[in-house]
């Protein structure tokens, strides 16, 4: 896959989510970058079924 180090320490970036569909304090540590796009496309209202891996369980229990 282009551009995609999974493995590599030195590609690890932040990402943050603020809302009020977000789950707040919560911390997920390190994180899949192919879960970026079904979360938000989730709390879009627009889930991704065909995704390789699943959104990040980011709402509120």
């Not at 390190?30 to 709390?43: E, F, K, N, Q, S």
């Not at 991704?48 to 229990?61: G, I, M, Q, S």
Request: proline share 13%; aromatic share 6%.
């Amino acid at each position: 896959m282009h551009g995609y180090f999974p493995g590599s320490p030195a590609l690890r970036s932040s990402f943050f989510l603020l809302g009020k569909s977000i789950a707040k304090g919560k911390d997920l540590g390190v994180i899949d970058m192919r879960t970026i796009a079904p979360t938000l496309a989730g709390l879009l209202g627009a889930p991704l079924p065909d995704a390789e891996v699943p959104a990040l369980p980011v709402r509120p229990n």
